[in-house]
């Protein structure tokens, strides 16, 4: 079975957390992932498919720990070639407009590089819920089979 890349973009820890919960809850199933919080190019060349789990910061912008892998992504265009993938944004509907930015930001860079998303951009907003990670786990849960 193939290997899900799970991409994480985190400024104070809450996506980190959700993507540990997530991998856990995917070796139960008996599929294989990694977790890359400073990821390159090449780390997303070598995915089968692809997860981001990603908070925002500033306004809408991509965590520094993402911030050079998403240029460099911009930068070298590497075609997914229809590899599934599926974004997971953290955030706060406090942030009106930028709400989600970073997700949102991912999401389209991704279908820019002709990868295939599997679900619709998931925003988890600070403001309705203090567990992202159970929302989170649930979608994955139900994507599981999408992936490979
Ligand atoms: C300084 C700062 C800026 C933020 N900017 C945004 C933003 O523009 N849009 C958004 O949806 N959430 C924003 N947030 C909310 C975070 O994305 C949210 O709290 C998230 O759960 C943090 O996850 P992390 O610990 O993985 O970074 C901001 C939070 C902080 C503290």
Known sequence: MSKISIFVG???GNAQHVAEDVSSMLDTKGVDSKIFMDPSVE????ADSVLVVSSSTGQ???PPNLEFFI???RDAQPSMAQKPFAVAALGDSAYGDSF????VQIFELLSELQGKPI??????DACETLEPEVEVVAWV???VAEFQ
Not at 100 to 103: K, L, Q, R, T, W
């Open 10 to 12: 985190s400024v104070y």
């Open 43 to 46: 780390d997303f060349k070598q």
């Open 60 to 62: 809408g912008d991509i």
């Open 71 to 73: 240029q460099d992504l």
């Open 100 to 103: 989600c930015g970073a997700g």
């Open 119 to 124: 679900a619709e951009l998931l925003e988890v």
């Open 141 to 143: 849960e139900k994507l």
